[in-house]
């Protein structure tokens, strides 16, 4: 049901760089509307973790980014620390359905 | 602290109506749009619809088009979700979050989550 894909998995050991893909459509990311990404810790609400594809909010890490290019957006982490096992998700617009729509998550797991 | 304190968990019948309520705290209640998102057990999220607290002003997810109802009390800083016809899909945790305008355009803060289930 989700519009905007990104991989159910990803995995790291502590310190290494993982990446998640969120793949979108021309009415959605390829639209031009803004991607953002959440963190949902184990039993809580998701956090905004960056804001208009690229943008962190105070007291987010750096070692969080964002990036967008075309009809994907990408969320890297680096130097992975166990308290960021979580789940995450992209957010956009759709023209299409006029309406706001996540991604279909991605659960992270610190090796 | 902006703060969103949602109401209790709960329990409904098939074909029963639930209303959850969001109370927003230490922020113009008026000023920012709320939305409302839910999860179902081990899903993803899924956006359902907001409410312009200022006017009243609602759009729903086409899905939930004729079942959802979504209000406010100005005076009590409240926004409410009323979702009827309840089906056992409909079990799921329901999030009010504010949004945030341009620059930001995003969801920030979300309430804690209240879990409704559907059961006969």
């Known amino acids: 049901q989700s519009v905007l894909t990104q991989p159910p998995s990803v995995s790291g050991a502590p310190g290494q760089r993982v990446t998640i893909s969120c793949t979108g459509s021309s009415s959605n990311i390829g639209a031009g509307y803004d991607v953002n990404w959440y963190q949902q810790l184990p039993g809580t609400a998701p956090k905004v973790l960056i804001y208009?594809?690229?943008n962190r909010p105070s007291g987010v890490p750096d070692r969080f980014s964002g990036s967008k290019s075309g009809t994907s957006a990408s969320l890297a982490i680096t130097g992975l620390q166990t308290e960021d096992e979580a789940d995450y998700y992209c957010q956009s617009y759709d023209s299409s359905l006029s309406g706001y729509v996540f991604g279909t998550g991605t659960k992270v797991t610190v090796l | 602290q902006v703060q969103l304190v949602q109401s209790g968990a709960e329990v409904k019948k098939p074909g029963a109506s639930v209303k959850v309520s969001c109370k927003a705290s230490r922020y113009t209640f008026t000023g920012y749009f709320l939305h409302w998102v839910r999860q179902a057990p081990g899903q993803g999220l899924e956006w359902m619809g907001w409410?312009?607290?200022?006017?009243?002003?609602?759009n729903y997810r086409q899905e939930f088009q004729g079942r959802v109802t979504m209000t406010r009390d100005t005076s009590i800083s409240t926004a409410y979700l009323e979702l009827s016809g309840l089906r056992s899909d409909d079990t799921a945790m329901y999030y009010c979050?504010?949004?945030?305008?341009?620059?930001?355009?995003?969801?920030?803060?979300w309430g804690q989550g209240t879990l409704v289930t559907v059961s006969s």
């Open positions: 979050a504010r949004y945030l305008p341009s620059p930001y355009n995003s969801f920030d803060p």
């Open positions: 208009g594809n690229s």
């Open positions: 409410i312009n607290p200022n006017s009243g002003g609602t």
